[in-house]
Structures are given as C-alpha cells and as structure tokens.
C-alpha cells in the first residue's frame, strides 16, 4: 500500500468498487484485511481465491475506503474513486445469501440445533445479504470509517436483512461489536462454531434498509 504522509491533510472517502477494480485493488485490500485482524503475513495468499470468487456470486457488492487529498474528495454517493492511485485504507464487501452457500449452511445448521421452529429460520434466511468482510486499517479506525462503509455497502440493498458473523470477545469490547450494536445488530446465533474452525462466533443480523 502507498504510504499515507501524515503531513497532509487526508479525507478518507467511500466508493462502489466494480469487479474490475476490486481485482485491480485486491492485493491492497488483502493487506488492509490481514493488519487490521492481525492475521499473520501470507494470509492473503490463501484468501485471495476466496476473495475473487465471492467477487462472482449473485448480489455481490464492495465499497472501499480511499485516503483522498482534501482538494480530491470525491462527492458523496461517488461511484468511481477521484484518485485510483489513492491508498485504500478500508474495504467492505457482501453479496446476497443463498442455500448452496457454506456459510448458509453452517447457520441453518446452528440455527436447528438452536432449536429455532421452522418458520422462525425460514424468517432469518430466506431473503438477506450477508456482511462477508469489514476492515479499516489500524491507522484510520474510530473515525466512522466502519460505519460509513457499511451504510454505503447496505445503501439501496432490496434483501429483507443483513447477516454477518464477526469473533465472540469478552464484555463485546471490540471495535466491531461497538460498531454493530450501536447500529442496532442484534444476536441470531452466539457462541458458534463454524466447521474447521475452534473459535466461537457470534451470527449478528437486523432488517434492511439501515
Ligand atoms: C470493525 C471496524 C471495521 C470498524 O471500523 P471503524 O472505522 O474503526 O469503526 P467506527 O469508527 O465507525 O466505529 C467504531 C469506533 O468509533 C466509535 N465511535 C464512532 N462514532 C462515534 C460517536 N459519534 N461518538 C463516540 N464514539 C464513536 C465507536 O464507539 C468505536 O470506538 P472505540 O472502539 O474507540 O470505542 C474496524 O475497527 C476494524 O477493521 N477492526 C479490525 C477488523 C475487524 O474486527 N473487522 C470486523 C470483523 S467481523
């Protein structure tokens, strides 16, 4: 990623990322993903194929968070970044969920064994968008980047909800949580296990529009 230089004044600023852009853009988007988690270097290298073929899935939609100079600022609602040499420095995409999904399958299975009736589940996943990625660089977070991402991400979405799944924390005392609870999140599963993987999550949803 190109440096940001603290000496000028940077407005970071939120735009549609096509497929094309997002392919142009994705190993920048890796590397803002893997340091915002923490993840280890070459991370990115696995989730890369994943990253594209989401890219692929009907309803798929991203949005990044550029680092623009104040004379550059795109206008809200901008569809094509001013600058595309300008660092991004947050990313956020989804796409609509479906039952050939894993992820879907996962929470239907969860959602069972939480002994939820049928009608109840039919409700949480028959018509949702699911959150699949939301990352600011350490360098840009607490300045509502996250949220002016996801409204952006969540703007004109026709699905009834948006699901996501994000880590338990202890207390919810993460970023993260604070984000989705101030936007009205809500639990639809809680310490769950997604296959292949030891730690348990948490499946936050709310209805559309935000
Ligand atoms: C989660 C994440 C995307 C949120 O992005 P962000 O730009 O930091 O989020 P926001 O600024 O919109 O909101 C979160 C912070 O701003 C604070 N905030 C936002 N608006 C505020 C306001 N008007 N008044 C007071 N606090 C406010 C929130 O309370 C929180 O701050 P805190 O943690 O310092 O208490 C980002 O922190 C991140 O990438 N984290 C690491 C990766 C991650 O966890 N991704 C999600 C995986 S599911």
């Known amino acids: ?32 993903y893997v340091t915002a988690m923490d993840y280890p270097r070459g991370t990115e290298f696995h989730r890369a ?14 949005v990044g968070a550029c680092a623009g100079q104040e004379d550059t600022v795109a ?6 970044p001013v600058d595309t040499s300008a660092p991004l420095i947050g990313i956020a995409y ?8 894993w992820w879907h399958q996962q929470v ?26 939301l990352h600011v660089h350490p360098s840009g ?15 004109d979405r026709t699905e009834r909800s948006v699901l996501l799944s994000t880590p ?7 970023r993260a949580w604070r984000l989705y609870r101030r936007l009205g999140f809500q639990d639809v599963l809680r310490r769950f296990r997604f296959a292949g993987d030891s730690r348990p999550f948490a499946v936050l949803g709310r209805g559309l529009p935000l």
């Open 75 to 80: 206008p809200e609602n901008s569809v094509a």
């Open 168 to 174: 338990e924390v202890y207390d919810e005392d993460n």
């Open 108 to 133: 239907l299975h969860g959602l069972r064994r939480s002994g939820r009736p049928q009608s109840e589940i039919s409700a949480i996943l028959d018509d949702y968008f699911e959150l699949t990625e």
């Open 94 to 101: 989804g796409y609509r969920g479906s039952s050939d999904q």
């Open 49 to 62: 194929p994943m990253w594209t073929e989401h890219s692929t899935r009907p309803g798929w939609k991203a």
């Open 1 to 32: 990623m190109r440096p940001v230089d603290p000496q000028i004044a940077w407005t970071p600023y939120t735009v549609d990322l096509d497929r094309e852009e997002f392919a142009n853009r994705l190993h920048e988007a890796l590397s803002v």
């Open 141 to 155: 977070q607490g300045h509502r980047l996250g949220e002016s991402l996801l409204r952006h991400l969540l703007r």
